[in-house]
């Protein structure tokens, strides 16, 4: 399968890029095409340009940022995965990125392309949702940031404005217990459904869900029946509540309201577990 | 409109223009000729594309010929040296009757020289898992992981054989 024809331009910044978007409402920016590149060939996605940020390799590093973890937004998987300072400050990401797809994926995506992709079934995007993360997004009209949470709106729908491209990402030092549970049929599939369970900055566990609705989710039921004193198995039993989980081939939404449940609890034990341990 | 690239494929510089959507895949074998990466489901889930750039395994058929413009691809058929003479990965294969088909095979051997050159001496679960993006119809996995594991085996041994001389070394001094 080859995608319909689209214009091609690698370039060398950020400001080139906003700039390139701009200019055509049809562009799209390429980061590793391992969510774009699918959906060209199977011609959901028809964009007129793409605009390769392949060449700014100044938007690749991880950087210690005091409180927080800096993560440029070009960064791939691998490097985030097998990052010394990743894994020290926030263990529960690098885990996170190791479990997307398979390695040939890894030496390609990025974990700015899997956020701004905002897809429910992605590991990454509910990962910064659960550690509070931020992100630092450049457009025509300069720098903002936008917290994890302000920024999945609906089905591959972001907070992100025409021209806008996402820059960092930053993690808040989480010292804590964590926990990913992910549940799929093959090693390299996609999550049936996960669940992310990381520490708040506040010391409660903040619990992030997978493939439960049309957007990444925090599991809200889970986290007040937690803050108000509920019981690990009690708490989890009320993973899924309020969220319409998709059907598909692999799972009714009954069945993933049992999975979201059973994941959950799994991961704030092991979440405690580790927080004991440390 | 096309595109100006110049690609190093398997220690040879390869300059052509191709239309922006060609795919690595397409390049390799259509344009530079080299028909031994296989397309196997071409929705990025089988491996049998697979092959190094800069070094490093991708699926082929999901990366753009134009974003390899600049870098090294090696393919199967850039692995064995100039008198034939094989790499130790397809030794290894032949010896431990690593394919049956042999459809998968050129991605597989791609895949596992990129995990050994991450991970010289893995065990067991780390071939199993680091080859979780190539999937061989003929279900041959028990031999591709016993090769996987005998090149692996020899590299701990040499490192462990270098170790022992540089040991020996410094005690005869
Ligand atoms: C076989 C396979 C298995 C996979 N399995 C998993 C899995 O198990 N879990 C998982 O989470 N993911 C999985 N993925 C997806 C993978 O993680 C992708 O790499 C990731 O979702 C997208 O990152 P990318 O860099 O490839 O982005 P691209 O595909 O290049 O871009 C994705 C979208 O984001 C936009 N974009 C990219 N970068 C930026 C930026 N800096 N600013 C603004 N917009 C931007 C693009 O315009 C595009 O719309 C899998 C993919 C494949 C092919
Ligand atoms: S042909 Fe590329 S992954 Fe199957
Ligand atoms: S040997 Fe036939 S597909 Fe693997």
């Not at chain 2, 690609?7 to 390049?27: F, I, K, P």
């Not at chain 2, 001496?121 to 996995?141: I, Q």
Request: charged letters at 20%; a negative charge.
């Amino acid at each position: 399968m080859i995608p319909a024809a689209f214009e091609y331009r690698r370039v060398g910044s950020v400001a080139e890029a906003i700039a390139a978007l701009s200019a055509d409402e049809d562009a799209k920016l390429l980061a590793g095409g391992h969510s774009l590149l699918p959906l060209m060939k199977l011609r959901l996605a028809v964009p007129s340009l793409l605009i390769d940020l392949g060449g700014v390799p100044s938007l690749s590093y991880v950087r210690d940022g005091g409180d927080h973890l800096a993560i440029g937004a070009l960064t791939r998987h691998c490097d985030v995965e097998r990052s010394d300072l990743v894994r020290r400050s926030a263990p529960l990401l690098a885990y996170v990125a190791g479990q997307v797809g398979d390695p040939q994926v890894r030496h390609r995506g990025t974990i700015g392309g899997s956020i701004a992709h905002g897809d429910p079934a992605s590991d990454l995007p509910a990962a910064v949702l659960a550690l509070e993360a931020t992100l630092v997004v450049e457009g025509p009209d300069g720098e903002r940031t936008i917290p994890a949470g302000e920024l999945f709106l609906g089905f591959l729908e972001t907070s992100l404005r025409p021209g806008e491209v996402l820059t960092e990402i930053r993690v808040p030092r989480s010292p804590g217990g964590w926990s990913f549970q992910k549940f799929n049929r093959r090693a390299q599939d996609w999550a049936i459904v996960g669940a992310v369970i990381a520490t708040a900055p506040s010391g409660r566990p903040n619990v992030a869900l997978v493939n439960m609705a049309a957007t990444p989710v925090r599991a809200a039921a889970t986290e007040s029946a937690l803050a108000a004193g509920a019981g690990t198995e009690e708490a989890a039993r009320l993973a899924a509540d309020g969220l319409e989980p998709p059907s598909d081939l692999n799972a009714s939404p009954e069945y993933r309201r049992h999975l979201a449940s059973v994941l959950v609890r799994r991961g704030l034990e092991e979440a405690a577990a580790r927080d004991g341990a440390a | 409109m096309g595109v100006k690239i110049v690609v190093e494929v398997n220690g040879t510089a390869q300059s052509h223009e191709v239309e922006a959507r060609t795919l690595l895949v397409q390049y390799l074998r259509d344009v530079v000729g080299l028909h031994g990466t296989n397309i196997g489901c071409d929705t990025s889930s089988c491996g049998a594309c697979t092959v190094l750039l800069d070094g490093e395994s991708v699926k082929s058929c999901t990366v753009l010929a134009a974003q390899a413009d600049g870098r090294s691809v090696t393919t199967i058929e850039g692995l064995a040296e100039p008198d034939g003479t094989l790499h130790p990965v397809q030794s290894a294969f032949r010896e431990h009757h690593a394919l049956q088909c042999g459809y998968c095979t050129p991605g597989m051997v791609m895949a596992v020289v990129s995990l050994l050159k991450e991970n010289p001496s893995p065990t067991e679960s780390e071939v199993r898992l680091g080859l979780e993006g190539n999937l061989c119809r003929c279900t041959g996995y028990h031999n591709i992981v016993k090769a996987v594991l005998a090149v692996g085996a020899t590299a701990g041994a040499t490192a462990g054989a270098t170790a022992g001389a540089g040991a020996a070394a410094e005690a005869g001094r």
